[in-house]
């Protein structure tokens, strides 16, 4: 099948020899392929005609002689393959996929003469994925010394390709650190349409992505790019609040877009992948300093042993294609004044030895270890070593094999392939030094890829610099104050800085607001959390110590009115208050002062059932004794002999007391049982409160509701009772208690609804305290007085006298009993 792949593209393969492409070729046992761009463009259109190749590149041809020269040096070493020699082959790819390809055919075809049995090259991953997959055909093995595309790191559609140059994966995570390093929040990507740049493109996003700096644009460039599109490219970056823009892509695409940033001088600062990291066309560009600073990944920097010394003595008489081809060019530029450089730079034809300054070490030593790759393959297939080689024929499958095996340190670089045909190199970083329009690649630091995290930078006063600026012009802000978070504002990169919400903080530290959380709130100056207070009567409170101190007190006089009720228990004024049933009516009062002390403290379900609820059924039966003493004046001083038999029937004080106490506890019981009050704690934004929930507010309206009917009865039948003959004033002193009650209830229902946490629980407990009071300062106080002070007030001839006037003022006759 690959035979007649071949013959069927052999017709295309012969208009190789009818274009001026250049080819250095120098026979061997053994020969080495080779691609490289010699001249980076080509006449390419869309109109037909004859193609040409332009834009000669000195460091790509000064890359074809470390080729040569490696090779020449191994040679020389005759012990080493013993009677082996290794020749090449290496052709001009002009930069173009095409011409590659037919390049890469002419290789394939010379296999007819199987000598061919490794390809150096190609430079740029677009023209290495191309070539790769037909040297795939016949098991070729390619390695490249300037492809980094990720994609050729697939074994499945690539399983002949290596390379002695880290790939894309690592120098991207080498990309995204420098850009952490340097605190940089905001960047952009210029990419091309081609595997390297869509590739680096695409990893450089997710890796950004993943570390929360911000991309503001990503533009890849189309395959025809030209000065339309750079118009609009240099306007996007004008306009751009990218601190770094990085540029993957190739290094004619890097040129117009550096020759633009000079001509707009738009002093930004770039991030360069090894396209162009330390191109000597991009950095001979007139005023480079214009367009800003630069910082770039190279591979590691080391010196191809020899070649300094090889290009000084003006290549040591050595002959070849590519170095006849280049003098002859300088010798026509004496005559025309035109350079073949693709800088316009290199004119000194005189002094061949100053191109030592256009050496591209990083590729130089990558293609010197490429060379030697497919050398220490040899060593190991023919088993050279203390013995000479086997001398057998091979295939370039079997050497494949061997070269993806070999472990060897060359010029103190070691280089070991792993799975995906990637070496162990890591990277240099190098910042670009304008001086005197002179670029000097200051090497900064390094990157290596088998520590993705691990970026060593070397400290400089540049570096120092960067890594210390807080706030620059494209980023708005960097850090913000304690109490401050950055965010997005009307640019999508662009972040400002903002307070934090409620409830959220941030230290001088931190780029966002977090939450306290819920039992923390944040300060007003939202640089800190502060714990939440609780909001619940304390003991020492001073709401607390009012309510303890008259509920106490009341528990004080309600004792000693029971022990003076008890002392005159047989006396008409305390038979005048319902007799016996005035303990139970104190009994309910003492039950309602002791609830002032259930209130204080954290609540609990005891304490919440016991509240209101057990109050309700206390001042239920103090009442229900106040109606049934009520009964006895109305009663006892009515001389109707048509009331009705059932109002008579109704003065049983017992009874009464029963039946309205029953009612209210057969309320408490439902309540109690159905829906109990429970405590429950409400987290606001800076207090947590504590409060007892009523579980059912049906049930309390209707305690509560049902107390008030109770105390609007009092209300009326003591009303009524005002006109009959009452020493004691009881009619006239429950009404006012009553009203008390009924005010203070009113007021209490306004109150305890629109309130919360301790001043809710205050108002309950300020108004049992009230209610209590009215009744034992209003009802019982002044017969106690009498007790003590009025003693000849509590007999029944002052009664009887009381109400034989009361009569005779009315002129209602009375019988004397």
Not at 154 to 168: A, E, V
Not at 619 to 647: R, T
């Amino acid at each position: 099948m690959f035979l007649r792949f071949v013959s069927a593209m052999s017709g295309l393969c012969l208009c190789l020899s009818q274009m001026p492409f250049l080819r250095a070729y120098s026979p061997g046992d053994i020969i080495i392929g080779g691609l490289f761009p010699l001249h980076v463009t080509t006449n390419r259109s869309t109109t037909p005609g004859p193609l040409f190749c332009s834009d000669y590149d000195v460091s790509v041809f000064l890359l074809t002689q470390v080729m040569i020269h490696t090779i020449d040096q191994i040679n020389l070493n005759t012990s080493s393959l013993s009677n082996l020699t290794l020749g090449y082959d290496i052709y001009d790819t002009c930069g173009d996929v095409s011409v590659a390809m037919l390049a890469t055919l002419q290789l394939l075809k010379s296999q007819s003469n199987p000598k061919i049995k490794a390809v150096i090259g190609a430079r740029n991953s677009e023209v290495s994925v191309a070539t790769a997959r037909v040297t795939a055909l016949s098991s070729l093995a390619q390695i490249s010394y300037s492809s980094t595309s990720e994609v050729l790191s697939n074994k499945m559609k690539f399983p002949t390709f290596l390379r002695t140059i880290s790939s894309d994966k690592y120098q991207t995570q080498g990309i995204t650190e420098l850009v952490k390093q340097f605190n940089w929040k905001t960047v952009a990507i210029i990419g091309s349409d081609d595997d390297y740049g869509k590739s680096g493109s695409g990893s450089l996003e997710t890796l950004f992505s993943q570390s929360d700096i911000c991309i503001e644009f990503i533009n890849i460039l189309p395959d025809n790019f030209n000065s339309s599109y750079l118009a609009d490219l240099v306007h996007t970056v004008n306009e751009s609040f990218a601190e770094a823009i990085i540029m993957f892509t190739k290094e004619i695409n890097v040129h117009m877009i550096m020759k633009a940033a000079v001509t707009n001088r738009l002093n930004r600062t770039w991030i360069a992948s090894d396209s162009w990291a330390k191109s000597t066309y991009v950095s001979t560009i007139k005023d480079i300093v214009l367009a800003g600073q630069v910082f770039g990944f190279i591979s590691k920097k080391n010196e191809v042993p020899g070649f300094v010394n090889y290009v000084n003595s003006s290549f040591s008489k050595t002959n070849n294609t590519f170095l006849e081809h280049f003098l002859t060019c300088c010798s026509k530029s004496k005559e025309t004044g035109q350079s073949c450089s693709l800088t316009n730079e290199f004119g000194n034809c005189n002094n061949i030895s100053s191109l030592v300054n256009y050496i591209d070490y990083a590729s130089s030593y990558n293609t010197y270890l490429a060379v030697h790759v497919v050398y220490e393959g040899l060593l190991n297939l023919l088993k050279c070593g203390v013995q000479p080689c086997e001398q057998r024929n091979f295939t370039a499958a079997e050497l494949l094999m061997e070269i993806k095996k070999v472990n060897f340190t060359v010029n103190n670089t070691p280089i070991w392939f792993d799975a995906n045909g990637d070496p162990s190199l890591g990277y240099d970083i190098v910042h670009w030094n304008v001086t005197e329009s002179i670029v000097d690649f200051r090497r900064i630091g390094e990157y290596q890829p088998n520590y993705p995290k691990d970026i060593k930078i070397l400290k400089n006063d540049l570096v120092s610099k960067l890594q210390s600026v807080t706030v620059t012009i494209y980023n708005c802000s960097k850090t913000c104050r304690p109490g401050q978070q950055l965010k997005e504002q009307n640019k999508k990169c662009c972040k400002k800085c903002v307070p934090c919400e409620d409830g959220e903080y941030s230290n001088k530290s931190a780029q966002t607001c977090t939450a306290c959380g819920p039992r923390l709130y944040s300060s007003p100056e939202r640089d800190l959390c502060l714990i939440k207070t609780e909001d619940m009567l304390q003991w020492f409170d001073p709401l607390s110590i009012v309510l303890t101190t008259f509920g106490g007190l009341g528990i004080i006089v309600t004792v000693v009115f029971a022990v003076l009720f008890r002392i005159y228990l047989h006396t008409p004024i305390v038979k005048a208050v319902g007799g016996k049933l005035c303990f139970l009516e104190l009994f309910s009062l003492l039950t309602c002062f002791c609830l002032s002390f259930t209130l204080i403290g954290k609540p609990t379900k005891i304490s919440c059932m016991v509240g209101l609820p057990v109050f309700g059924i206390a001042f239920s039966l103090c009442i229900s004794c106040i109606l049934s003493n009520l009964f006895q004046i109305l009663v006892g001083f009515s001389f109707k002999l048509n009331m009705g038999s059932w109002l008579k029937k109704l003065n049983q004080p017992a009874a009464v007391v029963t039946v309205i106490s029953g009612i209210q506890l057969a309320l408490f019981v439902s309540w109690l049982y159905l829906y109990p009050p429970f405590p429950v704690e409400t987290i606001l934004s800076d207090i947590i409160l504590h409060e007892c929930d009523n579980g059912s507010t049906a049930f309390f309206i209707a305690t509560t509701g049902y107390n008030a009917f109770l105390g609007l009865t009092c209300l009326i039948f003591a009303f009524k009772g005002k006109k009959l003959p009452d020493l004691y004033k009881n009619a006239y002193l429950i009404t006012i208690s009553m009203l008390l009650f009924l005010i203070i209830w009113l007021l209490f229902i306004q109150i305890y609804i629109n309130n919360y946490g301790k001043k809710k629980t205050a108002t309950e407990g300020g108004a049992i305290l009230i209610s209590s009071y009215s009744i034992l300062l209003c009802h019982l106080a002044p017969k106690c007085y009498i007790m003590l002070f009025k003693k000849e007030l509590n007999n029944e001839t002052a009664i009887t006298e009381y109400i034989r006037k009361h009569f005779e003022r009315r002129e209602t006759p009375v019988v004397n009993s």
